[in-house]
């Protein structure tokens, strides 16, 4: 069964400190989504891509967030500096044709 | 007022009982609608989603959108305890999904 694949699934850091998120779509799909998920927002779009190149980042603070898609396997969140506000889980998904997306297990951020 | 509105919960209902799900809406543009379920600490996970009005079965489960009221369903027959999770309505007229807030269901054996 194909599945998104996050790296780190837990992450615990020092405000201040750059934090950097990784996801493996599904093979073959060609949108990358990024959200982040808290208690009080639900999920929030931050970004996304198609065929690799950005769409939409209206969702991200630019001041200190950043996404990229080095490659078609890979698409990368950074925080930097990262600020206690920023702790939350954050989700891949992917997409191929039509409105469906694939979520990942996320990762689980903490800002201390 | 959010684009996307669903009661919180928790809803906690015996296994065996039929569990319907709701969700209304205020953006008129929104085409496709889909229901999530999320598990503690996974991700979302697709259930089924629907083009404009109308109703979806696969299983138990079954999907219902009234465009003209705003308003979509899911409905879960012979409900089993492991459909015990959170369940996420979202919607979108293009590629960028809208969520609810979530539900969070209990089944209790």
């Known amino acids: 069964d194909a599945r998104v694949t996050q790296t780190p699934r837990h992450k615990v850091t020092e405000m201040g400190q750059e934090v950097t998120m990784r996801c493996q779509p599904i093979?073959?799909?060609?949108?990358v989504f990024w959200y982040r998920q808290t208690m009080m927002q639900g999920l929030e779009l931050l970004a996304y891509f198609r065929n690799r190149a950005p769409l939409d980042d209206s969702g991200m603070p630019k001041d200190r967030f950043s996404a990229e898609m080095p490659d078609a396997t890979l698409a990368t969140l950074k925080i930097q500096p990262s600020e206690p506000r920023d702790s939350a889980v954050y989700f891949c998904a992917s997409g191929a044709q039509g409105p469906a997306q694939h979520f990942g297990d996320g990762t689980r951020l903490s800002i201390l | 007022q959010k684009e996307v509105e669903q009661d919180p919960g928790p809803l906690s209902v015996p296994e065996g009982a039929i569990v319907s799900l709701n969700c209304t809406y205020s953006n008129s543009a929104f085409q496709y609608f889909m229901w999530y379920r999320q598990y503690s600490r996974k991700g979302p996970e697709l259930l089924m989603y629907t083009y404009s009005s109308g109703n979806k079965e696969d299983g138990r489960f079954t999907a219902q959108v009234d465009k003209s009221s705003k308003y979509i369903s899911l409905f879960i027959r012979d409900s089993q305890p492991s459909d015990s999770a959170t369940y996420l309505c979202a919607m979108t007229g293009n590629e960028k999904l809208t969520f609810g807030t979530g539900t969070r269901l209990t089944i209790i054996p």
């Open positions: 093979l073959g799909h060609n949108t």
